[in-house]
C-alpha cells in the first residue's frame, strides 16, 4: 500500500487559458485531495461580496496545468480601482503538512520570493486571501501548528510578494 496522497479527484484546468488574475477578478485554487477543499472553493465565489469582482468560474486546483512562473510574473493589476482577488484553499495534509497537489503552486511561490532577479513585491496591488482547512489534530508543536500550510502560503504572499 502506497502512503502517498490520492490524486486531486478535481484537476479543473480552465480550457480557455485565460490569465490567472486580471483587474475586477477573483480567482479561486484549491489543494483539494479528497474532495473538501473542492467543494469549499466551489461555495465561496458566492459568499464573496460582488464589490470584489466577477468570480471566474471554476474554481481551479493547484494540479492545473499552468506555468506558475509566468502566472505570478506576469499579473495584470489595472489601475488599482479593481484590483485581482486571489483565494486560496488550502488544506492541512498527513502530520500537518501541505497536500502533494499543491506542491508545483507552492513551489513557485517560494522560488519567485526568494529568486534575487526578481523585483520586490511582484504581485503588488494583488488581494489575497488564503483559507486554511485541517484537523486540529497537526497543532502539536512538532508539526507547527494547525493550518501551518496556509498560514506559511500567507505568509509567504503577504510578506514578499504583494
Keep these: 500500500p502506497s502512503s502517498a496522497p490520492p490524486a486531486d479527484p478535481t484537476p479543473s484546468a480552465p480550457a480557455d487559458r485565460t490569465p490567472l488574475l486580471s483587474p475586477g477578478t477573483v480567482r479561486v485554487l484549491h489543494a483539494s485531495t479528497t474532495g473538501t477543499s473542492s467543494h469549499l472553493a466551489s461555495l465561496l465565489p458566492s459568499l464573496l461580496p460582488p464589490s470584489l469582482g466577477r468570480a471566474h468560474p471554476p474554481p481551479e486546483s493547484t494540479s492545473a496545468p499552468r506555468d506558475w512562473w509566468d502566472e505570478l510574473l506576469n499579473v495584470d ?27 508545483p503552486l507552492l513551489a513557485a511561490l517560494h522560488e519567485v520570493a526568494s529568486d534575487w532577479r526578481v523585483e520586490s513585491k511582484p504581485l503588488k496591488g494583488v488581494r489575497v486571501c488564503v483559507f486554511g482547512i485541517g484537523s486540529s489534530g497537526y497543532s502539536t508543536e ?13 505568509a509567504t504572499l503577504t510578506k514578499k510578494l504583494v
Excluded: H, I, K
Design 77 to 103: 493589476a489595472g489601475d488599482g480601482s479593481r484590483p485581482p482577488v486571489l483565494v486560496v484553499v488550502l488544506p492541512t495534509w498527513t502530520g500537518g503538512t501541505a497536500p502533494a497537489v499543491a506542491g
Design 142 to 154: 512538532e508539526t507547527g501548528g494547525w493550518c501551518r500550510p496556509a498560514r506559511e502560503m500567507y
